[in-house]
């Protein structure tokens, strides 16, 4: 969600001028393109006018679909230009809400670990884990920052390895780097060396520490497969009839959703996810494509576009977790079935 493209390359004012014009254009999608409009912002320096945006989300009077997300954000700009006190308040707002998302809780800890609170840092990088990892499961791919963060600052605090610990260590995707060798608080200190040969080390340990970063960054998340509810798609199909060859019925799609997310996890694709599309939002995106809703090719890159803008819920759904597809009842007792 969050640019990191370097100031000097774009020009983040515009950038984010243009981003809320779309905002107005698509209000369906306001939330995630005033994020990164605010972005642009802080990336740009005007840290204020990013807040500026962070509270026109928070006092607008559609309902946010992640309110905690905003509000982290809100503290993490705050404390970067000297509002300290009003971003500590923020934060323990959003630790005492529990939010059931990761993201906050990372934004929030990562807050905390900037401004050298690293013991409150692994307070809440450890409360966010506790609450969201499941004994037994598969962490999921959206917590993993959770861990690696925990882990980097237990590093920075030198405290043992905890099972945890070494889960992030497990699900770490460099090779050529151990997580304990990129989070080694004596790193810094090879930065200020005068041995060349230090000097090569460090900057290949970035190196590869900026790949990893970057393939999480460019890794779809996740792998989306397109869900229209029963009334969209009997909509959809209205207004569009040549699309009921994509579309014979709506059980027959449900079905199809559910075959095609186990055949892609049976081949080992991982980070599998559901978006919902709705007939506005996907004729606003034909339209930004310069294509016709007919057009049959368009539904995966809406799903894609959809799963980039962070409207992907992940597949399948954790035990007890009611099921996708929108019946009311717990996946394992319907489409999580057999």
């Given at each position: 969600?969050?640019?990191?493209?370097?100031a000097?390359?774009?020009?983040?004012?515009?950038?984010?001028a243009?981003?809320?014009?779309?905002?107005?254009?698509?209000?369906?999608?306001?939330?995630?393109?005033?994020?990164q409009?605010?972005?642009?912002?802080?990336?740009?320096?005007d840290?204020?006018?990013?807040?500026?945006?962070?509270?026109?989300?928070?006092?607008?009077?559609?309902?946010?679909e992640?309110p905690?997300?905003?509000?982290?954000?809100?503290?993490?700009?705050?404390?970067?230009y000297?509002?300290e006190?009003e971003?500590?308040?923020?934060?323990?707002g959003?630790?005492?809400?529990?939010p059931?998302?990761?993201?906050p809780?990372?934004?929030v800890?990562e807050a905390l670990?900037?401004?050298?609170?690293?013991?409150?840092?692994?307070?809440?990088?450890?409360?966010g884990?506790?609450?969201?990892?499941?004994?037994?499961?598969?962490a999921p791919?959206?917590?993993?920052p959770?861990?690696?963060?925990r882990?980097r600052?237990?590093r920075?605090?030198?405290?043992?390895?905890?099972?945890?610990?070494?889960?992030a260590?497990?699900?770490?995707s460099s090779s050529?780097v151990?997580?304990?060798?990129?989070?080694?608080?004596k790193?810094?200190?090879?930065?200020?060396?005068?041995?060349?040969?230090e000097l090569?080390?460090?900057i290949?340990r970035?190196?590869?520490?900026?790949?990893?970063?970057?393939?999480a960054l460019?890794?779809?998340?996740?792998?989306a497969?397109?869900?229209?509810p029963?009334?969209?798609l009997?909509e959809l199909?209205?207004?569009?009839p040549?699309l009921?060859?994509?579309?014979?019925?709506?059980?027959?799609?449900?079905a199809?959703?559910?075959?095609s997310?186990?055949?892609?996890?049976?081949?080992g694709?991982?980070?599998?996810g559901?978006?919902?599309?709705?007939?506005?939002s996907?004729?606003a995106f034909?339209?930004?494509?310069?294509?016709?809703p007919?057009?049959?090719?368009?539904?995966p890159?809406?799903?894609?576009?959809l799963?980039?803008?962070?409207?992907?819920?992940?597949?399948?759904?954790?035990?007890?977790?009611a099921?996708?597809?929108?019946?009311?009842?717990?996946?394992?007792?319907?489409?999580g079935?057999?």
């Open positions: 969600m969050r640019p990191d493209t370097p000097e390359n774009v020009d983040h004012h515009a950038e984010a243009r981003l809320e014009r779309t905002a107005g254009l698509y209000p369906e999608d306001a939330e995630a393109l005033l994020l409009a605010a972005a642009h912002l802080e990336l740009s320096g840290r204020p006018a990013a807040t500026a945006l962070y509270d026109r989300l928070l006092t607008s009077s559609d309902t946010l992640e905690y997300l905003v509000r982290a954000l809100k503290a993490s700009n705050l404390w970067e000297g509002h006190a971003a500590r308040a923020i934060i323990d959003v630790r005492a809400a529990s059931r998302d990761p993201a809780w990372v934004i800890a670990e900037s401004h050298d609170e690293l013991e409150a840092a692994q307070e809440t990088f450890t409360e884990a506790r609450l969201l990892l499941t004994e037994g499961t598969e791919y959206s917590t993993h959770l861990l690696f963060g882990h600052v237990r920075m605090l030198g405290v043992g390895h905890d099972e945890w610990d070494m889960l260590d497990t699900l770490h050529s151990s997580l304990d060798e990129l989070h080694d608080p790193r810094i200190w090879s930065l200020g060396s005068n041995n060349p040969a090569e080390a460090e290949s970035l190196q590869a520490e900026l790949g990893a970063y970057r393939e460019s890794r779809p998340f996740p792998v497969v397109l869900h229209w029963a009334a969209e009997a199909v209205a207004a569009y040549s009921s060859a994509e579309y014979p019925s709506h059980e027959e799609h449900l199809t959703i559910e075959a997310l186990r055949e892609l996890a049976a081949s694709t991982p980070n599998l559901i978006v919902t599309g709705t007939v506005p996907y004729e034909a339209a930004s494509e310069g294509a016709s007919e057009d049959a090719a368009l539904l890159q809406y799903a894609t576009t799963a980039a803008r962070g409207r992907a819920v992940a597949w399948p759904p954790q035990r007890g977790v099921c996708w597809c929108g019946s009311g009842r717990v996946y394992g007792e319907c489409h079935v057999g």
